[in-house]
């Protein structure tokens, strides 16, 4: 008798497992459909998307995003310098988690539409943070001296190993970049 009590009590205790575990299962699964989106917005440069540059290596990373995390992107492209403050503001009053600006250019105004709206995060690419911004901006920026550098050393090395091997290639051991618009960070790059 005593042995069908303990089979009856573990069979209860398993059954009990397997319910809790159902339920929290359950529960993170309902957590994870009620689980709010990501908003990522961005407002381009003048050069709108297409430019094969700025533009378009930030919306390849919000599509990246997209597709790999789940975010939900929108984009608004700048026709002109006025549309700045615009754009901004619009992507965060339409309900947008954060609203990155493109291009250096944008400076003054993604720091103005953090400063007008600090309930609202907001971010600058190639453009520096300093101590008296807004606390909901931040200042993203990169070492394009360093890619520069690396891509030299791979052009130079190139050179001189294979140059009889491409009509590309010098024997003088010579390399030169292309580069284009002579802006800050294009100027990083050629340092």
């Known amino acids: 008798m005593k042995k069908g009590w303990k089979i009856l ?99 003054q105004a993604v720091k103005e539409a953090a400063a007008n709206m600090p309930d609202h995060y907001f971010a600058g690419i190639d453009i520096a943070a300093g101590e008296d911004d807004p606390e909901n901006f931040q200042g993203i920026l990169y070492k394009e001296e360093q890619a520069g550098y690396l891509a030299g050393v791979v052009a130079g090395m190139m050179t001189k190993e294979y140059a009889g091997v491409s009509d590309k290639l010098n024997d003088e051991n010579v390399v030169g970049v292309v580069l284009g618009m002579f802006v800050p960070p294009v100027e990083r790059y050629e340092v």
């Open 9 to 107: 009590m573990l069979l209860a205790v398993v059954a009990l497992l397997f319910t809790a575990c159902q339920q929290e299962e359950e529960a993170a699964d309902a957590a994870e459909e009620k689980a709010p989106t990501i908003v990522a917005s961005m407002a381009t440069d003048v050069g709108g998307l297409g430019d094969k540059s700025f533009n378009d290596g930030a919306y390849a990373g919000l599509e990246m995003a997209r597709d790999e995390l789940g975010v939900e992107i929108n984009v608004i492209e700048s026709k002109q310098q006025t549309d700045y403050i615009p754009n901004l503001t619009g992507l965060a009053e339409d309900g947008s988690d954060i609203v990155f600006a493109v291009g250096f250019l944008m400076e």
